[in-house]
């Protein structure tokens, strides 16, 4: 089975910190992704990653940076945590490939709340 | 991408089928249908996809109209730990990654009872 993994499930951060989420996956998966689900919103993209190194951003980068130094890790930094970024936040990975390239595998979320 | 819209809540009991439709009216030629489930505090997990008839996994059925407006997943004798949110999501990869943005909607969220 595809495991995706995420370095904490609940966080609690103040206004201004720097925060690091960690999001790692043990099948070799090319692609990986930053989501935020809040209620009402549903899922949204922060950004994505095609390979080491490479990064696009997604609908709502705004307040994000991310790193991809090795292809098993995507890290997702919040430069200075705001209040509107409590959420929960989803990290997934995907093959390359028409075949499968729907299927993303999500890690079990980090509930991220900033005072 | 392609809009969709499911009934906001349904209501089963254990044993019985259901059958949750999704309405994607401007679906594109190249578009293909997926249905994901998510339990409370866990991240969306993968169900099934279809482009059109159907489409049997261990888990689920997918049935697609020949004029692909909407689609109907069903899932055969349901227990409580079905009970979770169902997103129907239309869309297709794009460029050589083979990625294709999710677009997640409100959903469906399913409650069996005993």
């Known amino acids: 089975d595809v495991k995706v993994t995420q370095s904490s499930r609940y966080l609690v951060k103040r206004t201004g910190e720097k925060v690091f989420l960690e999001c790692v996956q043990d099948?070799?998966?090319?692609?990986m992704f930053w989501y935020r689900q809040d209620p009402g919103l549903g899922l949204r993209l922060i950004y994505f990653?095609?390979?080491?190194?490479?990064?696009e951003k997604g609908d709502i980068p705004e307040g994000y940076s991310v790193s991809r130094e090795k292809k098993e890790r995507f890290s997702l930094i919040l430069e200075s945590a705001s209040t509107n970024q409590t959420s929960m936040y989803l990290c997934?990975?995907?093959?390359?490939?028409?075949?499968?390239?729907?299927?993303?595998?999500f890690g079990p979320g980090t509930r991220l709340t900033v005072l | 991408l392609a809009k969709t819209t499911q009934p906001i809540s349904m209501d089963s009991y254990e044993g019985q089928e259901v059958n949750i439709t999704c309405s994607h009216n401007?679906?594109?030629?190249?578009?293909?249908i997926t249905w994901y489930q998510q339990f409370p505090s866990q991240g969306p997990r993968f169900i099934i996809q279809g482009y059109k008839t159907k489409v049997t996994n261990e888990v689920a059925s997918l049935f697609i109209p020949a004029d692909r407006k909407s689609s109907t997943l069903s899932l055969p004798r349901v227990s409580l730990s079905d009970t979770a949110v169902y997103y129907c999501l239309v869309g297709h990869a794009t460029g050589n990654t083979g990625f294709q943005k999710l677009v997640f909607g409100t959903g469906t969220r399913l409650l069996v009872s005993p």
């Open positions: 997934a990975s995907s093959p390359q490939g028409v075949s499968s390239y729907n299927e993303q595998f």
């Open positions: 099948m070799d998966h090319e692609n």
């Open positions: 990653s095609y390979d080491v190194k490479m990064k």
């Open positions: 401007n679906i594109a030629t190249n578009d293909y």
